[in-house]
């Protein structure tokens, strides 16, 4: 039996998401007992580089063409009519480009750095040479080029999105067809319609996957639900090529929002629909589909045209001890784009490097965040493999791929674990660089933190979400700000980037909570606590604490639609009655420049009030060459729409101007 097992359209493009990795590597410890070939595929960073290729380049031009001859000029939007123009030179250049944001061409970055060699969009507009000069120096050509070549890359995906198919984004297409999506009608009428270019391009590369695997069983993994509009076209099409190939869907998006599966139409797709950890499932279905009795575990089919849910209580998931060693054999590594669209020294670790991926641990050690999916099972299972069986993952990836690159997708790594593992890579002198994500505890002192960077640690994340001490207690984060305060320091100081999670819109937030939590952010930034950030707004999720108990947070759910499909979000009506969309405009606006390092020591409330923040951040230009580049790429200070709630007037922050100087003294 051949079993493929496959990442659908789209999701980060500089490496592979990890768990067809997983997958494959388990499921072959089981290969021979089963008579089973595994193989994995990435679709979509398949998909990414048939679109960025020459001939689908021309492609779409003549489809642009066309389109435009019918609406006319006037009609065409810039983006647009700017390809249009340099439509040749984007096929020309389109290949080399890509190539050298896969680091096979280095050389080409003298060529893009002259600025004469890649046409330039619209998403240029926003540079000048000499505020790139003053972020690279002379002597950065390659990042440069790669700061470039991003831009440019950018400025073709707008072109895909605009011009041809709105569903299509970098990292997610068709995202809302499935995130909370309570009917299937959305999903299977985008299914149904004429096909865009983007789809027939999937279509093809469908077409040449089954040709070169020739599988008995897809097995489709859609981590989120910008995955899933990819993953059931990608299923219709091997159902009309292969209609004897058994179909399986499942992946993060599966184990969140499909709890509560009552479509049948969802198995015109997929034969099977697992839920969670796919290793007991999919082992068990493979068992099945040789010996007919083996039992499924969580596992969703279609009987009598009705949705059924087998669940064999006996049998228990595969200990993280014994799931094997993941394996990227099969996937294109040299292909993976790595792309530098920020210039923001943290904030590139998502987009660019490839990246190995591991855990310490299945699950979150501290699940107890109100707000957090703790009831499911990827954070409510906590279960460590161990110092060694990570440790011989580490080996045998570094062996097979080359890359001394790690990424830690743990929820919430554990320091115990941080530190045994830190302890072992010093002790074997193992050279590797890693990166992951860990919770504010204060258990990473300076001690702690600096043993973490001789094993080669190089940045962390961590959740402050609303970094006020009312609203961390209410969200039962187990952390204070200064305690946030003074890791975050440990953590800078012993040379680790740090990003912080935020939150805006948690249950009885007032506008003086967003003020005050801004004004403790600007402090961390300030202090060099944290490099980088990013604004989350709280969403009410079906399976959180404040989701299942919403009373005792003071909102009220909306009354549910009638749910056959996906189940997530769910709206909320909060009496506290604060503007979060107004707010979040200026929350955005203040990040961004302060990751920058533009705009430390203006009063957070004029990052509110936007005519005033262009004027501040104008002044700032003429007193500091050094900023030019990031107050150039702000946020446009006119993007705050008109509103229908009566205006939020933005008061001055109580926060102490010291306060995170005096958290740390
Ligand atoms: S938010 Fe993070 S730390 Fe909190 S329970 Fe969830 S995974 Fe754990």
Redesign the pocket.
């Known amino acids: 039996m051949r079993c493929l097992i496959v990442t659908p359209p789209m999701i980060q493009l500089n490496t592979p998401y990890p768990a067809t990795a997983y997958l494959c590597g388990f499921l072959r410890q089981h290969a021979a007992g089963l008579q089973l070939q595994v193989t994995q595929a990435d679709a979509s960073i398949e998909l990414f580089l048939r679109l960025f290729s020459a001939p689908l380049i021309t492609r779409m031009a003549g489809e642009l063409r066309r389109r435009a001859r019918s609406a006319g000029r006037a009609q065409v939007p810039v983006a647009i009519a700017h390809f249009l123009e340099h439509a040749d030179r984007y096929a020309q250049t389109v290949e080399p480009a890509i190539r050298f944001l896969q680091r096979r061409d280095p050389s080409l970055a003298l060529r893009i750095v002259g600025r004469a060699f890649l046409p330039e969009g619209p998403r240029f507009a926003q540079i000048t040479e000499e505020a790139l000069h003053e972020a690279f120096g002379t002597l950065g050509t390659t990042e440069q080029a790669r700061y470039l070549a991003s831009l440019y890359v950018d400025d073709l995906a707008d072109v895909w999105r605009i011009g041809i198919d709105p569903r299509f984004e970098l990292a997610r297409y068709g995202e809302r067809l499935a995130a909370s999506a309570a009917s299937f009608d959305p999903l299977q009428t985008a299914l149904d319609a004429e096909p865009t270019l983007v789809d027939e391009a999937l279509d093809e590369l469908t077409a040449e996957m089954l040709a070169a695997q020739k599988p008995d069983v897809v097995a489709i993994s859609a981590p989120f639900p910008g995955n899933v509009y990819g993953a059931f076209r990608m299923a219709r099409h091997i159902r009309a090529a292969l209609p004897h190939a058994t179909l399986v869907l499942g992946g993060g998006w599966v184990n969140t929002e499909l709890r509560a599966l009552r479509e049948p139409r969802v198995f015109d797709y997929f034969d099977y629909v697992t839920l969670d950890d796919g290793e007991r499932p999919l082992l068990n279905l493979l068992k099945r589909l040789r010996d007919g009795a083996t039992p499924l575990v969580r596992t969703y089919l279609r009987r009598d045209k009705q949705v059924v849910f087998e669940h064999d209580a006996t049998q228990h998931d595969i200990p993280q001890r014994d799931t094997g060693i993941p394996t990227y054999d099969g996937l294109p590594l040299n292909r993976y784009v790595s792309v530098l669209e920020m210039l923001n020294p943290m904030h590139r670790f998502w987009s660019d490097g490839r990246w190995n991926k591991i855990t310490l641990a299945h699950g979150?050690?501290?699940?107890?965040?109100t707000?957090?999916?703790?009831s499911l099972d990827y954070?409510g299972r906590y279960d460590k493999p161990g110092t060694d069986v990570v440790m011989s993952r580490i080996r045998a990836l570094i062996e097979e791929t080359g890359e001394t690159g790690f990424h830690l997708v743990d929820?919430?790594a554990p320091p115990a674990g941080m530190r045994a593992l830190a302890q072992q890579l010093v002790s074997e002198k193992l050279a590797i660089t890693w990166w992951g994500n860990i919770?504010f505890e204060k258990s990473f002192n300076p001690e702690l933190c600096a043993l973490l960077a001789r094993a080669g640690c190089v940045a962390v994340s961590g959740?402050l979400e609303v970094a006020s001490d009312r609203l961390l207690k209410l969200m039962k984060?187990g952390v204070t700000v200064e305690q946030v305060a003074r890791v975050t320091r440990a953590f800078t100081d012993a040379g680790i980037m740090v990003h912080a999670y935020l939150m805006y819109g948690f249950p009885t937030e007032t506008v003086q909570d967003t003020v005050d939590a801004l004004e403790r952010v600007r402090q961390l930034f300030a202090a060099g606590c944290i490099q980088s950030a990013y604004w989350h707004r709280f969403a009410a999720t079906a399976h959180s604490p404040i989701g299942l108990d919403p009373q005792a947070y003071g909102i009220t759910l909306r009354p549910p639609a009638n749910i056959t499909f996906a189940h997530n979000d769910v709206a909320f009506d909060d009496p506290t009655g604060t503007d979060h969309d107004f707010l979040g405009q200026g929350l955005r606006k203040a990040l961004y420049n302060y990751m920058h390092g533009v705009g430390l020591d203006v009063d957070v409330r004029e990052w509110f009030e936007p005519q005033v923040v262009a004027q501040r951040a104008g002044a700032k230009r003429r007193r500091s060459g050094s900023r030019r580049l990031a107050a150039a790429n702000a946020v446009p200070a006119t993007t705050v729409p008109p509103t229908t709630v009566p205006p939020t007037t933005v008061p001055p922050t109580t926060v102490p101007h010291d306060l995170i100087e005096r958290c740390l003294a």
């Open positions: 979150c050690y501290w699940k107890k965040c707000f957090c999916d703790v954070i929820e919430a919770r959740g984060k």
